[in-house]
């Protein structure tokens, strides 16, 4: 008997491609998602908005031409509020970094994202343009409702006039920085009160205990630390001996850049 031994040949076919892979829209849109998910997000911005929008009209309201503040810059006074408001946002800063690592919602972002940079990147660009057009909206609308009250004073003025929009923009772009800064000692600290204690003492109080060293060379370094380099971009004037608003913004773009770099070296080489 002869036998015939039939050989069935298998083609292999590569496995099919999942459709999750990871690209930087996907990491976006799940940043995003954890930004606009959170209660605390919107209570913050709001809170960030309605004192911005509450402090400019009540200086537009109460403010008189012989009341001696007529050396001040139209936009300062108006947008006067940010000083409260940069707060506000940079804990939000704090939240979505520092945040997680409280929660432990660190580690999931991590699993999926396994390079981790790409986290830290997409958390300060979905940050940075969410606060950038809250702030802006903001105070285009708060200099033009407190201009309703100011137009016949010796403070009124228009967003066409020499400085006044480009002042705006740079109070909107100052508290994104600020904010930013705060972003990235969050990543850097992982500690929300931690975060929250190094930004008011180096961000807040740290310039104002340097200004009182009676040395030249420390008074001008003071000009171009964060919060005075912010202070400059949100004005329309510059008054004599400030820096000028390109240095200014230069300087504000590097304190946040050295600080979101350190984090992202730190994030690369500690566990999570």
């Known amino acids: 008997m002869t036998t015939t031994a039939t050989t069935t040949t298998t083609t292999a076919h590569p496995a099919p491609q999942s459709p999750y892979r990871i690209t930087p829209a996907r990491i976006l849109r799940a940043e995003w998602h954890k930004l606009r998910s959170l209660r605390s997000s919107w209570i913050t911005l709001t809170s960030a908005s309605v004192l911005i929008l509450a402090v400019g009209i009540l200086m537009g309201t109460t403010y008189t031409s012989d009341g001696g503040d007529s050396d001040i810059d139209t936009v300062v006074l108006v947008l006067y509020g940010s000083v409260l408001a940069a707060p506000c946002t940079a804990v ?3 939240l979505m970094t520092a945040g997680e690592y409280s929660t432990g919602m660190i580690r999931a972002s991590l699993t999926a994202v396994p390079r981790r940079l ?3 990147w997409a958390k300060a660009a979905v940050f940075a343009a969410t606060v950038f057009a809250t702030m802006l909206a903001t105070s285009l609308l708060t200099f033009v409702l407190a201009q309703i009250w100011l137009r016949d004073t010796d403070q009124a003025a228009s967003l066409g006039d020499p400085g006044v929009l480009g002042a705006v923009v740079g109070n909107a772009t100052g508290i994104t920085l600020l904010s930013l800064i705060a972003l990235g000692l969050g990543a850097l600290l992982r500690s929300v ?3 929250i204690g190094a930004y008011i003492g180096g961000v807040l109080m740290l310039p104002e205990v340097l200004s ?3 040395y030249e060379v420390v008074e001008h370094a003071v000009k171009y630390f964060p919060i005075q ?3 400059v971009l949100g004005s ?4 004599v001996g400030d820096a000028t608003a390109a240095g200014a913004l230069l300087a504000l773009v590097l304190w946040t850049g050295a600080i979101l770099c350190s ?3 730190l994030l690369r080489r500690r566990d999570a």
């Open 92 to 94: 939000l800063g704090i």
């Open 118 to 120: 790409p986290v830290l």
């Open 193 to 195: 009160p931690g975060a």
């Open 212 to 214: 009182m060293l009676p």
């Open 229 to 231: 380099a912010a202070g």
């Open 236 to 239: 329309a004037t510059r008054p």
């Open 263 to 265: 984090a992202a070296l």
